[in-house]
Structure formats: structure tokens, C-alpha cells
């Protein structure tokens, strides 16, 4: 007789979040992934994190540690539970498959053909869960000629044009994972939420490729703009943006910190003008070329005169667009973040209180909370099996 799996219901603390009664089973690691299922978790979703033994989620092993968890780790993947399955053995895929017969979503991000290798990728699935939604987070994606080829954020940025130099500024490494979190994460979960409320619609599942290196090219409407306009010289939206003009840079102070201003708007540049007694500038907006140069070097010699918070105290009530650029320990402080309340403290029973940032959305529907800390290896795994009445064999070769 046919084993029938049947999923328990969510708590009552849970049902009141937009995604209870979800269930996304997580095999991803590192960022792209794991933050994708972290925000769904904190819409409600039940993640389970299915890990390899031993070693499992490689961001457990990411420096700094709290006291014995990695800071990365216990960032994105609160909220989910982890269950460690050894995938090439025959009990584990079992356990597998019977979590796919309750599971809605599967998130993998293995290259291309890992888990057709392991006769668990989105036709094997389909065949014992016919509605299932599977996506696949993959550098490239799943075919063409770069498919096969490993990456990381820095080269699905260089390969989308992302890092393309003006003028003044040679590429850069950037400080964001733009590839991964633009291109994975956010795409991933966008994907994720469409097919969701499609199966509500059809009662059909989906295979969702994700590529990072297409999902960056896909954000970077206003670069493409530029393709054609070169030609014809008429790139200025791109080349405003991209530092080349003085009422679109960065400034250094006198103290070695730094202003950041973005007067695109000329109301905004009159203003900043009119509050450096620099009224002649104002039909100046926006500068190009040889007369750019000049009201920037200019104002980096004039930025330089004073320390970062006295320009700030003299531009105190002026709307134009001038912001300090501050550390992520400066941002932590500063009056909005503490508003919006998107630094969250909680209790981790191993890591005593831990800070992380909030779910970025505010919504009328629900609250945000922190209802289960991030999971220790294979935590959940007898209780995960034991929800699905499977006796535990040695599936984890712990």
C-alpha cells in the first residue's frame, strides 16, 4: 500500500503570517539561498534546512563567531529548522522524498545536474508530487555555454556590465553582494511568490531557473539605455549616475570622513548651491565636461575645508540630498533605522542575545518576530521525521 504523508498543521502562533502552512524545503548554503528562505520563513513559511551531515550549511563555518555559531549563519537562517539527510544513500533519499510528498517549494543550489545526478531534481520530484514548485539558484543558469562554469558575485558583476569603469573611477570590488542578493536572493523569492499564488490559482507547480548574472543584467534598465545613446551621445542618465558629474559624488572632509551628495533634482542643487554662497552654479546644472571638472575640483577643495559634522550642522534643515556616509556600526545609530526598528535583538539558547535586522517589509496584515533561532545541525531531525511517522533509521551517518 501506498505511504501517505501528511503534513501538520501550523501552530496558532503561526497562522496569522501571510506564508503559514507553506512549507519550502532548503538546500541551499551560503547567502543567495538561505536569505531567499529566510524571508520566507519570516513571512510565516516552515523552512526546513536539509543539510548534509557533519558538515552541513558551509556559512556555519564562516568567521566571526558568537561563542560557537558563525554571526553569518545565525543571520539568515532563523526561523527554520534543520534536518541532516545523507542525499546519496538510499534511506536518505527516501526521507527526502517524503518530505517532498508535504513540501509546496524546493530551493536548490547545486550546479546544474547535481540533482538529476542524485535522481532527486524537478522531473523526480514532479513524479511523486505532481504540484510541487522547484527553483534552481545557479551562477548562470541551467544551460548555455557558461552553465557548466563556476562564479561568485564578483564575476556574474563583471560579466553583466555592472563594473564598467567612467572616467575617473576604475572597476571596484563593491561592498554588497549585488550578484548574489539582487540576482539570487531576491529573484529567487520573487519567483518563488508568483508561482505560489499561481498553484493557488491552477493547482499546477513550476520548475523556476534563477540565473544571478540574469538577474543583475535584468535591474540594470538604466545602463541598457546607454547601449544605443553612445552612439548618438545621449547617455546622460547613465553618466549622471555614475560619479561624473559634481552634483551626483562623494566628498572627502577635513576630518577624512565623507559627504555623499545626490542633488539630481535642480531644486535640490539650487539649494545646496544657495547654502555654499555658490549661486553661480546653479544654472550650472547639470555640468558636463570641462566646466564638470572645475565645480568638482572646486567643491572636494572646499568639502575639505570643514570637518564632516560641521558641514552637516551648517546643511541641518536643508533638503538637498546631502548625506553623511557612515560605517554599518554609524547606520546602526542613526535616528531612522531605530524608528523602523530594523535592528532586532533576541535570545539564542546556545549564543545568549543575538542582533540581526528585521524583515524589511512593514505590514498592516502581521508582525514580524524571531520565533525560532537559528537551528544547530540536524536539530529537527528526529522531530521532522517523526511528523512524518518515519522511524529513525541511519539517515544521517552522524
Given at each position: 500500500?501506498?505511504k501517505?504523508f501528511?503534513?501538520?498543521?501550523?501552530?496558532?502562533?503561526m497562522q496569522?503570517?501571510?506564508l503559514?502552512?507553506?512549507?519550502?524545503?532548503?538546500?541551499?548554503?551560503?547567502?543567495?539561498?538561505?536569505?531567499?528562505?529566510l524571508?520566507?520563513?519570516?513571512m510565516?513559511?516552515d523552512?526546513?534546512k536539509?543539510?548534509a551531515?557533519?558538515?552541513?550549511d558551509?556559512a556555519?563555518l564562516?568567521?566571526?563567531?558568537?561563542?560557537n555559531?558563525?554571526?553569518?549563519?545565525l543571520?539568515?537562517?532563523?526561523n527554520?529548522?534543520?534536518?541532516t539527510?545523507?542525499?546519496?544513500?538510499?534511506s536518505?533519499?527516501?526521507?527526502f522524498?517524503?518530505?517532498?510528498?508535504?513540501?509546496?517549494v524546493?530551493v536548490?543550489?547545486?550546479?546544474?545536474?547535481?540533482?538529476?545526478?542524485?535522481?532527486?531534481?524537478?522531473?523526480s520530484?514532479?513524479a511523486?508530487?505532481?504540484d510541487?514548485i522547484?527553483?534552481?539558484?545557479t551562477?548562470f543558469?541551467?544551460?548555455?555555454p557558461?552553465?557548466?562554469?563556476a562564479?561568485?558575485d564578483l564575476?556574474?558583476?563583471?560579466?553583466s556590465g555592472?563594473?564598467?569603469?567612467?572616467?575617473?573611477?576604475?572597476p571596484?570590488?563593491?561592498p554588497?553582494?549585488?550578484?548574489?542578493?539582487?540576482?539570487?536572493?531576491?529573484?529567487?523569492?520573487m519567483?518563488?511568490?508568483?508561482a505560489?499564488i499561481?498553484?493557488?490559482?491552477?493547482?499546477?507547480?513550476?520548475?523556476?531557473?534563477v540565473?544571478?548574472?540574469?538577474?543583475?543584467?535584468?535591474h540594470q534598465a538604466?545602463?541598457?539605455?546607454?547601449?544605443?545613446?553612445e552612439?548618438?551621445?545621449q547617455?546622460?542618465?547613465v553618466?549622471?549616475?555614475?560619479?561624473n558629474?559634481?552634483?551626483?559624488?562623494?566628498?572627502?572632509t577635513?576630518?577624512?570622513?565623507?559627504?555623499?551628495?545626490?542633488?539630481?533634482?535642480?531644486?535640490?542643487?539650487q539649494?545646496?548651491c544657495?547654502?555654499?554662497?555658490?549661486?553661480?552654479?546653479?544654472?550650472?546644472h547639470?555640468?558636463s565636461?570641462?566646466?564638470?571638472k572645475?565645480?568638482t575640483?572646486?567643491?572636494?577643495l572646499?568639502?575639505?575645508?570643514?570637518?564632516?559634522?560641521?558641514?552637516?550642522?551648517?546643511f541641518?534643515?536643508?533638503?538637498?540630498?546631502?548625506?553623511?556616509?557612515?560605517?554599518?556600526n554609524?547606520?546602526l545609530?542613526i535616528?531612522?533605522?531605530?524608528a523602523?526598528k530594523?535592528v532586532?535583538?533576541?535570545?539564542?539558547?546556545i549564543?545568549?542575545?543575538?542582533?540581526?535586522?528585521?524583515?524589511?517589509?512593514?505590514?498592516?496584515a502581521f508582525?514580524?518576530?524571531?520565533?525560532?533561532?537559528?537551528?544547530?545541525?540536524?536539530?529537527?531531525?528526529?522531530?521532522?521525521l517523526?511528523e512524518?511517522?518515519?522511524e529513525?533509521?541511519?539517515?544521517?551517518?552522524?
Amino acid at each position: 500500500m501506498e505511504k501517505v504523508f501528511i503534513r501538520k498543521k501550523p501552530s496558532l502562533a503561526m497562522q496569522d503570517k501571510p506564508l503559514s502552512g507553506i512549507r519550502v524545503l532548503d538546500l541551499t548554503w551560503l547567502l543567495p539561498g538561505p536569505l531567499c528562505t529566510l524571508h520566507l520563513a519570516d513571512m510565516g513559511a516552515d523552512v526546513i534546512k536539509v543539510e548534509a551531515p557533519l558538515r552541513g550549511d558551509y556559512a556555519r563555518l564562516s568567521p566571526p563567531f558568537q561563542k560557537n555559531n558563525s554571526s553569518l549563519f545565525l543571520a539568515i537562517n532563523r526561523n527554520k529548522r534543520s534536518i541532516t539527510l545523507d542525499l546519496k544513500s538510499e534511506s536518505g533519499k527516501e526521507a527526502f522524498q517524503a518530505l517532498c510528498c508535504t513540501s509546496d517549494v524546493i530551493v536548490e543550489g547545486f550546479r546544474p545536474g547535481t540533482m538529476k545526478k542524485l535522481g532527486l531534481d524537478y522531473a523526480s520530484v514532479k513524479a511523486i508530487k505532481p504540484d510541487i514548485i522547484y527553483c534552481s539558484i545557479t551562477g548562470f543558469g541551467q544551460d548555455g555555454p557558461y552553465a557548466e562554469m563556476a562564479g561568485h558575485d564578483l564575476n556574474f558583476c563583471a560579466y553583466s556590465g555592472l563594473l564598467q569603469p567612467n572616467e575617473d573611477v576604475k572597476p571596484a570590488v563593491l561592498p554588497f553582494q549585488v550578484a548574489d542578493i539582487v540576482g539570487g536572493t531576491q529573484t529567487a523569492a520573487m519567483g518563488i511568490l508568483a508561482a505560489i499564488i499561481q498553484k493557488l490559482r491552477t493547482g499546477e507547480g513550476q520548475y523556476l531557473d534563477v540565473s544571478m548574472m540574469d538577474g543583475v543584467m535584468s535591474h540594470q534598465a538604466i545602463n541598457l539605455t546607454q547601449v544605443k545613446s553612445e552612439q548618438q551621445n545621449q547617455a546622460f542618465v547613465v553618466d549622471l549616475l555614475s560619479g561624473n558629474h559634481p552634483c551626483y559624488a562623494i566628498y572627502e572632509t577635513a576630518d577624512g570622513k565623507y559627504l555623499a551628495l545626490a542633488a539630481i533634482e535642480l531644486k535640490f542643487w539650487q539649494r545646496f548651491c544657495e547654502c555654499i554662497n555658490r549661486d553661480e552654479w546653479i544654472n550650472q546644472h547639470p555640468a558636463s565636461g570641462k566646466k564638470a571638472k572645475e565645480i568638482t575640483d572646486e567643491l572636494k577643495l572646499l568639502f575639505l575645508s570643514k570637518s564632516q559634522e560641521e558641514w552637516l550642522l551648517q546643511f541641518e534643515g536643508i533638503d538637498c540630498c546631502l548625506s553623511p556616509v557612515l560605517t554599518m556600526n554609524g547606520a546602526l545609530e542613526i535616528p531612522q533605522i531605530k524608528a523602523r526598528k530594523m535592528v532586532c535583538e533576541h535570545s539564542h539558547p546556545i549564543e545568549g542575545q543575538v542582533i540581526q535586522f528585521s524583515f524589511p517589509i512593514k505590514s498592516s496584515a502581521f508582525e514580524f518576530e524571531v520565533y525560532r533561532p537559528a537551528p544547530q545541525l540536524g536539530e529537527h531531525t528526529a522531530e521532522i521525521l517523526n511528523e512524518l511517522n518515519i522511524e529513525n533509521p541511519k539517515l544521517t551517518n552522524q
